[in-house]
C-alpha cells in the first residue's frame, strides 16, 4: 500500500516562528501536494512539486515556501506563522496527472497562538 | 473563485433515504474525481470518471461524469450510517499538474 506520511498529526507554534511540515511519501511518485483545509473552505492548493527540486505555486502560496531536495520528501514552510495559518494541512502525491490518484497523509493541525 | 461548486454542502438524512450530491464548473475537465474523507483521515478515492456521459456503479453508490466533462454526480442508495463523511469532488486541470477540489458535502447519516 502507498504511504504518506506526515510528520506531527498536531503542532501548536507562537506567532512569529519559522514552522516546518514535513511529508515522505514511500511509493516513488513524482507529484507531491501541499493543501490547507477549512471549514466551509474545502482543500486548497498551497505548492505542488512535480519532480525533485522543482516546484509550482498553488492557489494560496502567500506566506508559505516549499523545499523539496529528495523525490520522497516534500517540506512546507511557514516563514513567519501567524494566526490565520491556524488550520489542517493535507499532504499528498499521485504517480503522474491527469486522472491517477492521489494518496493523502493524515493531516496535521496546526495552531499558531 | 472555486473552480468546482458542489451542491449541497451538508446534508443530514436517516438511514434508507437515497441522496444525490452535484459537482460543477465552468470548465471541461479530463476527468473529475470523487475522495472520501473521514474525520482525523485524509481523503481517500472512490472513484475516477473519465468519459463524457461515463455511469460508473460502486456497491451502492453511482457516479455520472455529464456529457460535456464539466459536471459530475454522486448518487448513493439506500445510505447507511457507515456513509457518514465528507465527500469531495476533484479534477486535474488541463495543461497543468495541479489538482483541484471542491468545498465538499458533509453527509450525516442517522440510524
Known amino acids: 500500500d502507498v504511504k504518506v506520511t506526515q510528520s506531527s498529526r498536531y503542532l501548536v507554534k507562537r506567532t512569529g516562528e519559522k514552522v516546518f511540515l514535513e511529508c515522505v511519501q514511500d511509493?516513488?511518485?513524482?507529484?507531491m501536494f501541499w493543501y490547507r483545509q477549512d471549514p466551509g473552505l474545502g482543500l486548497r492548493l498551497i505548492y505542488f512539486?512535480?519532480?525533485?527540486?522543482?516546484?509550482e505555486k498553488g492557489d494560496i502560496p502567500e506566506g508559505y515556501s516549499v523545499s523539496r531536495e529528495k523525490k520522497e520528501r516534500f517540506s512546507l514552510i511557514l516563514e513567519s506563522a501567524s494566526t490565520n495559518q491556524t488550520s489542517m494541512y493535507l499532504c499528498?502525491?499521485?504517480?503522474?496527472?491527469?486522472?491517477?490518484?492521489?494518496?493523502f497523509g493524515q493531516g496535521t493541525r496546526l495552531t499558531v497562538v | 473563485t472555486q473552480l468546482l461548486e458542489q451542491s449541497p454542502q451538508f446534508l443530514s438524512i436517516q438511514e434508507g433515504e437515497n441522496l444525490t450530491v452535484y459537482c460543477n464548473s465552468s470548465?471541461?475537465?479530463?476527468?473529475l474525481q470523487w475522495y472520501r474523507q473521514e474525520p482525523g483521515e485524509g481523503p481517500v478515492l472512490l472513484v475516477t470518471?473519465?468519459?463524457?456521459?461515463e455511469v460508473k456503479k460502486l456497491k451502492r453508490l453511482t457516479f455520472q461524469f455529464g456529457d460535456a466533462r464539466k459536471d459530475s454526480s454522486l448518487h448513493i442508495t439506500a445510505a447507511q450510517p457507515g456513509d457518514t463523511g465528507l465527500y469531495l469532488c476533484?479534477?486535474?486541470?488541463?495543461?497543468?499538474?495541479?489538482?483541484?477540489f471542491g468545498k465538499g458535502m458533509k453527509l450525516t447519516v442517522n440510524p
Open positions: 499528498a502525491s499521485s504517480f503522474g496527472t491527469m486522472n491517477t490518484e492521489a494518496f
Open positions: 511509493m516513488d511518485h513524482e507529484n
Open positions: 512539486s512535480y519532480d525533485v527540486k522543482m516546484k
Open positions: 470548465s471541461v475537465f479530463s476527468s
Open positions: 470518471v473519465v468519459t463524457g456521459g
Open positions: 476533484a479534477g486535474w486541470q488541463g495543461g497543468s499538474e495541479k489538482l483541484v
